[in-house]
């Protein structure tokens, strides 16, 4: 009967280990997700909020183990989200950030993310060069790939002088600097560089200036409802030439604070935005309807921008990367781990872009990742 007793005791010891060892291996994976639900940028914020509710509703779990999302509002404020990342990675021991709605609190957290060791996912445009952004990808398209397929368009149509006016931030610079470089070998001339904060209510003194150089078109670096306001300005002092903008302004608050003003409006975008409109052949109308369900299904509408969906992007980014790195969750060296499978990512189709990423290059798109488009009546249409 002794050894009987100590037999099923050993045996009952075996079952704990052999749970505890199942519990052990199946710790749960977290996300970390910075977002702008209020302040200037939750024009943008809120609807990248609404792609992480997709997000979850289309994968929650990934090889037997649950995916806990940690969410932060940043209220657009760059220093808001450094602390809140530091948050994220000092005590809920994120495995990884995605975030966050403007390009200033993108970068503000991959400050942290490259002192802590953890592996961000940018759904802004944010770029950092080098061993400064050795912890980040990017995943909107790069505003040289977006505003050289605005320049080619511009070139088709004749125009031969460009106004610019653009955010006196990091997104500002991006695509002046993306704009001068195409330009002038394709035979353009920019002849203004004038800017605003996002904060802004007003941009007069500087359409003014651009209405009287008399440009054949005007090009924004902007992005949300803020972006709205040189549409407006220009409308007002009756400017007839085209108007072009950037990716950052596929957003239905936009078309409708801009209304009648930003009718006609070119851009480039990603596919995502005309799904349905895209042929059967293209691999990225699949992953953009897969989207646009989980979507319905999560917030009960279907999308109408385009931030939401480099949400989805970055799930799904995270997703396939986590699937290929083994170790503990939780831990720094899962966490290097997990920045490796991230960076060496192939041929990844998502709603945007088919994406590749390589250790020294922070983003992942290329010419597949983008199309332009224009307003009419309030709708995007594909321009062949």
């Not at 052949?281 to 989980?294: H, Q, V």
């Amino acid at each position: 009967m002794k050894v009987l007793t100590r037999i099923c005791a050993l045996a009952g010891l075996a079952a704990s280990f052999g749970a505890f060892h199942a519990t052990a291996l199946a710790a749960d994976l977290k996300v970390g997700f910075i977002t702008s639900l209020s302040g200037p940028v939750s024009s943008l914020g809120i609807p990248y909020d609404k792609g992480m509710k997709a997000a979850l509703a289309y994968k929650s779990e990934l090889n037997g183990r649950k995916i806990q999302l940690v969410q932060l509002d940043d209220a657009s404020d760059p220093s808001t989200a450094a602390r809140n990342a530091r948050k994220m990675i000092d005590e809920d021991k994120v495995d990884v950030i995605i975030g966050t709605a403007g390009s200033p609190g993108a970068l503000a957290i991959a400050a942290v993310a490259r002192e802590t060791k953890t592996p961000l996912i940018s759904i802004a445009n944010a770029n950092l060069p080098g061993e400064d952004g050795a912890w980040m990808v990017t995943l909107p398209q790069p505003a040289p790939l977006m505003v050289s397929a605005v320049v080619e368009r511009m070139k088709k149509s004749g125009v031969k002088t460009v106004g610019y006016i653009g955010f006196s931030d990091a997104w500002g610079d991006l695509v002046y600097d993306a704009l001068k470089k195409s330009a002038e070998p394709a035979g353009l001339q920019v002849v203004s560089n004038e800017r605003y904060a996002r904060a802004d209510s007003s941009v007069t003194g500087q359409v003014l200036k651009i209405v009287a150089l008399k440009p054949d078109a005007v090009i924004t670096g902007t992005s949300g409802t803020p972006g709205a306001l040189p549409y407006l300005a220009l409308a007002e002092r009756g400017y007839k030439g085209q108007i072009y903008g950037m990716h950052a302004l596929i957003n239905p608050d936009f078309v409708r604070v801009g209304g009648p003003s930003v009718e006609g409006l070119l851009a480039p975008t990603g596919p995502v935005i005309v799904a349905e409109q895209l042929p059967d052949s293209n691999p990225i109308r699949k992953a953009s309807m897969d989207f646009r369900a989980a979507y319905q299904k999560a917030n009960g509408a279907p999308p109408t921008d385009a931030f939401s969906a480099y949400s989805f992007d970055a799930w799904l980014l995270f997703l396939d990367a986590a699937a290929r790195t083994k170790g503990e969750p939780g831990t720094p060296a899962y966490r290097a781990a997990l920045r490796d499978s991230i960076v060496s990512t192939k041929e990844l189709v998502g709603t945007h872009s088919v994406y590749n990423f390589k250790p020294d290059d922070r983003y992942g798109s290329d010419e597949r990742s983008r199309v332009i488009v224009k307003l009419e009546k309030g709708q995007w249409k594909l321009v062949p």
